[in-house]
Every structure is written in C-alpha cells, then in structure tokens.
C-alpha cells in the first residue's frame, strides 16, 4: 500500500488553533485510513514557541518529507509576516506545489502561499482583517470561510481551519468519511452569543493591529512591508 | 495589579485540540486583558506527545503555579485513562480547587476533575462516548455543550472547549470582551455538513473504541477499569 503524506508546517510564532484544528481533524481521519500519512514538518525538531506560552515541536523535518501529497501551513501575526522572509520556509512551499495535489492555509497562511507564488491570479481568503493584503500576491481577496480552487485552498481566520479540514475529508473520502471525524471531536458548535454578526465587526478598532503586525514582522523587509501597506 | 493565573493543564498523550481550543481563546483575551496570565503547567518543562505527531512543552511547571484562579483539564483516549492513576496529575487538581475560582475540564478531562473528587453529586459532561462512566465519579451525567456548575464546568467532546472557553471570557468580562475575541479567532463555524445529527450517530461503531481505550489504559489499573466498566 502506497502511504501518501499530510503535511502540517510549523515555524516560530505561528497561531496555535490554525495549526491543531485541522491536525486533529486529519488526525481523526488517518487513525481510520491507513493508506493516509499525518506529519508535522519544520525546519528542524527543536520545539519552537506559538502565539502562546505553549511550545509545539514538529515530528519530522522538512528535508525529511520533501513530497507531500497535502500540506497546510497556518498563519499567525508579525512571526507569520516575519516568516515571509524565511527561504527555507518559503522555498519548502514552493518546491512541496510542485508535486503536491493540495497546497491549503488558514488564516495569514495563505500570504505564505502567496509569498511561494501560488496565489497569483487565484481567488483566495485569509483572516478578514488582512483580506486586502491578498492583492499584494496577485490574488483575488473573497470573504468566505474556505475558498477551494482546485489545488489550492485558504480559510479564514484561525478557527476557520476545523471546517476547512473537514471539507477536505469530504473531498478525499466521502461524507461519511466527514460525518464519523466530525462525531468523533464532537464538532456541533455552540459559540455563545451565535455566529458572528458581521455588522459588529471592530473594523476601526483592528485597524492598528494590522498595520502594527505588518510594521513590527516585516520592520527588516522594507520592500515587502510596503507592498503589504500598500493594499491596507 | 494583582495578576491571576489561568492554568492550562498537561500531560503526555491528550487529545490537542481539547487544550488548544480554549487556550487560543483564552490567550487572546488575555492579550487585551493585563490582569489574566495564561499558564501552561505540566510535571516539568519536557516536551510530551499528544494523540497527534505534534509534541507539546509546558511553559511552567505545576510547582511553579501553586495557585491558578482558574484551570483546564483536558481529555483524551487511553493516555487519559492512565492519567487517572497519575497521583502528580490528580494532586494538582485536587489541591488547585481548594483556592481556584473555577475548576474547568474538556471531553474526557471531566473523568480526570473527578478522580479528583471535583464532581460527587455534581451534573456534569464529556466526550459523548463516555458520558455514563461519568456516574463512576458520582456525577449525573448531562449531554450538553458544556454543564456549569458554578466552580466547576464541564464540557462535552474535543471542539466544545472552544464553545466552553468563549463562554468563560463572557462570564468573567462580558459580552463583548466575548464578542472581541470571537471576531479575533474568527469564530463563524461553519461545518460543511451542517451541525452533529445525532440519529446518525455511530454509537454502535464507538462502543468497541471506548471498551478498548478503557482496557488498554487502565490494564494495570483493575480496580477502577471495572469500576468505569460497569458504566458502560
């Protein structure tokens, strides 16, 4: 049996529930589906820090898994703009589109995607208080919770890669296949005060935040910060 | 400024997205909110394993946070069945609730809360599969997102710790502290098949699963294997 491989990338900083969501998510599916593969891949097996006091460490290298068959690469704030910069991390994109059948994000991943040229000319989402920052890869911005072109899919903001990862279980196995992972972490979603009501959203207040993260993550890449800035 | 310590508990082999979930949201709260540290506290700073490829570090031990306002549990598989018999692990619950405002569990986490002796004569949740071993730590078991209690809140399985965590940041701030951090992680959820039908659950296809993760974690444990057993 041919084992095909999903690739989780990890680097420094990233947001930890755009990462753990879809792993556990595709980590439920391959524990049923032998013939799938679940890898967390980075630069090196050092444990790195999150946007969070937890540490996450990758089980395998990049260099270890150079042809996934999947790969998802989650976003993060100014570690993810930093990030960017990283050839190595970029370079591991890039080379991975090659033969990979799926290239997928969430969140500020897709600018990772984007930074690998995967996005030119592809409609694209990301986390909605950096949508427009999608132009600067050549992409069309959509606010929606996944936009699937095919080889390349990105979600949206950070929570947005549960409902991406099941979208690919269905797209890979079936519903059925979908309906048993998302039984199995109980995915029946209560949020408190109901989806969100997009009329409330703190436009004005995130304002800041934004151009913060871009200014602070890209404060040694002038050309990039301002092609970014240049889309706000 | 007083600041208070919310604790997010570890050990080796839990179910990740229980602990993530909630630690993203809590951790973006805290972000915005000066007086609420979030901890990661484990046995030591070792990195440990989860039920994914990913391995996870601790970023204090539970040692040095002798004192949590509030702590999570979370749950998982057969490592979490072992957990109960880990009396460092059990220690720390037990001894945390005699200060904590609030006693806090995931999934499977409730069983570990009440091996601790959190949940005598309390109603309480977990992972839907295991709800009636519940009853073996004197709790009346009650399928619903989360259950609380006053100082002590359960939730149900692996992604209700998100739905749980939101509703912990409305209770100690507020709707819209809640709100802020919902549009913060992007909390939309939109499952591609639509909310859990439950009379499509797989509960035949479960029972072996659970029976399993019962023996296989407690093997050398009888007395409390049979103990949960005779729930089932």
């Known amino acids: 049996m041919t084992q095909k491989t999903f690739a989780f990338v990890v680097y420094p900083g990233l947001t930890v529930l755009d990462l753990v969501g879809p792993l556990q998510v595709l980590n439920t599916y391959a524990a049923a589906e032998p013939s799938v593969r679940v890898a967390v891949v980075g630069e090196t097996l050092d444990a790195v820090g ?23 690469v989650p976003g993060g704030g100014a570690p993810t703009m930093r990030a960017l910069g990283d050839e190595t991390l970029i370079g591991y994109l890039r080379e991975s589109a090659k033969t990979a059948e799926l290239m ?8 990772l995607l984007g930074q690998a040229g995967l996005l030119e000319g592809r409609e694209a989402t990301t986390h909605w208080t950096f949508l427009e920052t999608l132009r600067a890869f050549g992409a069309t911005p959509v606010q929606q919770r996944w936009v699937d072109t095919g080889p390349v899919i990105t979600a949206a903001g ?3 890669g549960i409902d991406l990862a099941l979208h690919l279980v269905e797209r890979m196995s079936g519903e059925d296949a979908a ?5 199995g972490i109980e995915y029946d979603p209560q949020p408190p005060l109901g989806a969100l009501d997009w009329s409330l959203a703190p436009r004005e207040r995130m304002r800041p935040f934004v151009d913060f993260t871009v200014r602070e993550g890209l404060a040694d890449q002038p050309e990039l910060r301002e ?5 706000q």
Request: hydrophobic share 45%.
């Open 104 to 111: 997928t994000s969430v969140c500020t991943g897709s600018l």
């Open 227 to 231: 092609k970014l800035l240049a889309q």
């Open 179 to 183: 309906r048993l992972v998302q039984f």
């Open 50 to 72: 999150t946007d969070t006091p937890l540490r996450i460490a990758p089980s395998h290298t990049f260099a270890q898994v150079p042809d996934p068959s999947w790969v998802l």
């Open 158 to 160: 950070v929570s947005a």
